[in-house]
């Protein structure tokens, strides 16, 4: 019998409170060369210090970033801690025509929004070991002030009683990102193998 799973790509949403390490997984997911396409993000926050633009963020201006948001060029998008972040219709789409299982990283509230819109999309997500790996992971980035870090340790809390709205949960042990990352891994490829999932299209 033909492997009809081969033919209904994923849509894997993988999310959790700031500074879980989402973007480390991700680059690590990245080297594993899996049929997959990841989702870039577009933001109008500055660039931080050895990210590239394209790859890590797609950065825009204000005026650009709204003049998108006008034009409904995205899944969802919305105003975190004073900047603009959105996911392009186009990442989404793209990704999903061509074969590949779609990898989007995206902030708590906008998981909703897309699970609104991709009801049969596979959400995942990351949990830290601890409440005080948490804190210490975003002391040791160093871009937010005390104030700011503070509100992110405040919302992480808030947004860790939603974790069970996701259908998987993922801990990010310190100094053990790897499994993490085999955990992921390993969930997405058992869902692929799942018979009978249903296309995934955008409402």
Known sequence: MADTTAETPLLVVLSGPSGVGKDAALNELRKLERPWHFVVT????????????GKDYIFLDQPTFLDMKDRSEFVECAQVYGNWYGVPKSQVTSGL????????????????????????????????????ELHERLSQRMTESTPE??????????????????NYQ???????LDQAVADIDSIIAAERRRPERPPITLL
Do not use: C, H, W
């Not at 577009?42 to 633009?53: K, M, W």
């Not at 860790?160 to 996701?166: H, I, R």
């Open 97 to 132: 025509a061509s074969g590949k299982d779609v990898i989007l990283k995206i902030d708590v509230q906008g998981a909703a929004t897309v699970r609104a819109m991709a009801p049969d999309a596979l959400f995942i997500f990351m949990v830290p070991y601890s409440f005080s």
């Open 149 to 166: 870090m503070e509100l992110r340790l405040n919302t992480a809390s808030e947004e860790m009683k939603l974790a069970s709205q996701f």
């Open 42 to 53: 577009a933001t109008t926050r500055p660039i931080r210090p050895g990210e590239q633009d």
């Open 170 to 176: 993922v801990v990010n042990r310190k100094d053990n």
